[in-house]
Every structure is written in structure tokens, then in C-alpha cells.
């Protein structure tokens, strides 16, 4: 069994920033690969950014357009998500995923809420 934590949501005005944290925990000794998710009301799931492989390969959706940072620690076996200069399109609530091998662990997700 692998849980997966995330934290660090809340509400915020445009502009401002947060820092996502996601902590796996369990049957789990390494993350090879670590997401972030997001889903709005009435809209469906969507890729947000991604960290994977020894090398830390990264790769972000376009509308993230440079304001977020993904990274991991593999020690603390977590997964972080450091966004800027939020905007209101960016409301939704947010999961972080995790994989050692080939089995993909969520989270609960936590809300994000950019005011205007």
C-alpha cells in the first residue's frame, strides 16, 4: 500500500504564490516518477507538470507558461509544486500522482483558489 498526501493549497489573489507539497508514504522507496494534476469544476482532469526518471526529467503543460516549478526529493520521498504569479484560471483543485515502477499512487488533491 502506498499513500500520497498533498498539501499547501488555499486561497490566494492573482498574482501571488503557493507551494504544493506532495508525501508518499507506505510500500514506496523511491518516487521514478511524480505529477501534478488539476481539475476544475465541471471540467476534467488535466495534466499540470511532471518529474520523472534518475535524470529528473521535467516537462510542464503549455499554459503553465513558465510560472511553475516541479521538483521531488527522493529522501523525503515527496514531490513539490511551486507556482507562480497565479491567475484565476488556475482554481481547481489539484492531485499529485506518484510511481516507483508502474503503478500510479493519487492523492486526495488539495484546493487551490485564486481570487481576481
Known amino acids: 500500500q502506498v499513500q500520497v498526501v498533498e498539501s499547501g493549497g488555499g486561497l490566494v489573489q492573482a498574482g501571488e504564490s503557493l507551494r504544493l507539497s506532495c508525501v508518499a508514504s507506505?510500500?514506496?522507496?523511491?518516487?521514478?516518477?511524480g505529477g501534478w494534476y488539476r481539475q476544475a469544476p465541471g471540467k476534467e482532469r488535466e495534466f499540470v507538470a511532471s518529474?520523472?526518471?534518475?535524470?529528473?526529467?521535467?516537462y510542464y503543460a503549455a499554459f503553465v507558461k513558465g510560472r511553475f516549478t516541479i521538483s521531488r526529493d527522493n529522501a523525503k520521498k515527496s514531490v513539490y509544486l511551486q507556482m507562480n504569479s497565479l491567475e484565476p484560471e488556475d482554481t481547481a483543485t489539484y492531485f499529485c500522482?506518484?510511481?516507483?515502477?508502474?503503478?500510479?499512487?493519487w492523492g486526495q488533491g488539495t484546493q487551490v483558489t485564486v481570487s481576481s
Open positions: 500522482a506518484v510511481a516507483e515502477r508502474g503503478t500510479h499512487y
Open positions: 507506505g510500500s514506496i522507496d523511491s518516487i521514478n516518477f
Open positions: 518529474i520523472s526518471g534518475s535524470a529528473g526529467i521535467v
